[in-house]
Every structure is written in structure tokens, then in C-alpha cells.
């Protein structure tokens, strides 16, 4: 069964960074697209960044661009997100997902998420 | 970009009901739609994918169907475990992907 564990998440003042990290087993990782998608406690979902198979294509959600980064790292499985300048708006629970490509992409796998907290 | 939208935002159903979920997007995006359960606490579920391609493992009463802007989920038969907020997911374009504001499903 794929699993997707997330980490990193935590209480961070406005300004400040933090990185996330989705471990993925359980599947070829280095084949497949992979996204983070976020919800605000009580909210609906946004989808934040994206990231090809290789690498060689990223995308962001304009809310987070030029403030986070999305990486991977093939051999170890491992997925991340780089978070600076953060804001309280950013305050929510961080997925990660295998992205399945037909059209853009869907999400047939989530992890459980991680939550992140803005706030002085 | 593309909007979502969802109707209703909530829906009040009983064990056995049909219910019927609509999904609009502000622009075509073909049959590229997919369709999500979360419930309180847990990670959202594939459900459809392709507007109407039945994810595997998921039971033969969720059923999708639209093209264009248009698209509804269908539960045949409500079961207590459908219970449960309910999201749609365009995936047309090729740099932006959005998610409907979800439909809550209640007793």
C-alpha cells in the first residue's frame, strides 16, 4: 500500500521558515509527479506546488510564489517544502500527494498531513 | 484561472437517500475533473477521476458523470460511511490545478 508520511510542520512567527519533508514508500517515487496541497482547519482545500517526476518542472500556486520551494530527492523518496516569509495565512494543514498525470495532474494517494501554525 | 464552484454547500440526506452533487467550472476544462471524500480529521479520498472513472476500491454507488463545465457525483444509495465533506478537482490546465469550496454531506 502506498504511504506518504509527512513532517516537519510546527509554530513558526510570521516571517519565518520552515521545511517540510513527505517520505514516500511503497511505490516507484521517481516516476511520479508530487504535489502539496493545504486546508485551513474547518476550510476547503488549496493546492500549493507541484513537481514532475525528474524534477524538471515546478508549479506554484500564486498565493505561495517566490516564497516556497518544492524539491524532491529521488534516491531517498523524499519530498519537500521549503517555506520562508511565511504569514498567518499560511497557517493550515500540509499534504502531500502522488500526482497521477492525465490532462494536468489528480491525487490518488494522500499522506495525513502536517500542521503548520503562523502566529507571533 | 479557473473557478470551482459546488452546490449546495451542505446537504442534509438520510441512510438509503440518492443524493446528487454539481460541480461548475468557469471555463471548460473537458471531462479533466476529479472528485474527493475527506472526512473530519483524515486525508481527502480519490473517488472519480476523468469525471467518471470509478477510482479502484471504491464502492459501485459513487458514480460521476459531465463534460465541459458541468458535473455531478451521485451516491445511489447513501450509507452511513458516505458521510463525509466532498470536494471537486479540475485538472485542465497545465499550471494551476483548483478545488471546489466542497459540499458537506449530513443527517
Do not use: H
Amino acid at each position: 500500500e502506498v504511504q506518504l508520511v509527512e513532517s516537519g510542520g510546527g509554530l513558526v512567527q510570521p516571517g519565518g521558515s520552515l521545511r517540510l519533508s513527505c517520505a514516500a514508500s511503497e511505490f516507484t517515487f521517481s516516476t511520479y509527479a508530487m504535489s502539496w496541497v493545504r486546508q485551513v482547519p474547518g476550510k476547503g482545500l488549496e493546492w500549493v506546488s507541484i513537481i514532475t517526476a525528474a524534477a524538471s518542472n515546478t508549479y506554484y500556486a500564486d498565493s505561495v510564489k517566490g516564497r516556497f520551494t518544492i524539491s524532491r530527492d529521488n534516491p531517498k523518496n523524499t519530498l519537500y517544502l521549503q517555506m520562508n516569509s511565511l504569514r498567518a495565512e499560511d497557517t493550515a494543514v500540509y499534504y502531500c500527494a502522488k500526482g497521477v498525470r492525465s490532462g494536468g495532474w489528480y491525487f490518488d494517494y494522500w499522506g495525513q498531513g502536517t500542521l503548520v501554525t503562523v502566529s507571533s | 484561472d479557473i473557478q470551482m464552484t459546488q452546490s449546495p454547500s451542505t446537504l442534509s440526506a438520510s441512510v438509503g437517500d440518492r443524493v446528487t452533487i454539481t460541480c461548475r467550472a468557469s471555463q471548460s476544462i473537458s471531462s479533466w475533473l476529479a472528485w474527493y471524500q475527506q472526512k473530519p480529521g483524515k486525508a481527502p479520498k480519490l473517488l472519480i477521476y476523468k469525471a467518471s472513472s470509478l477510482e479502484s476500491g471504491v464502492p459501485s454507488r459513487f458514480s460521476g458523470s459531465g463534460s465541459g463545465t458541468e458535473f455531478t457525483l451521485t451516491i445511489s444509495s447513501l450509507q452511513p460511511d458516505d458521510f463525509a465533506t466532498y470536494y471537486c478537482q479540475q485538472y485542465n490546465t497545465d499550471s494551476t490545478w483548483t478545488f471546489g469550496p466542497g459540499t458537506q454531506v449530513e443527517i
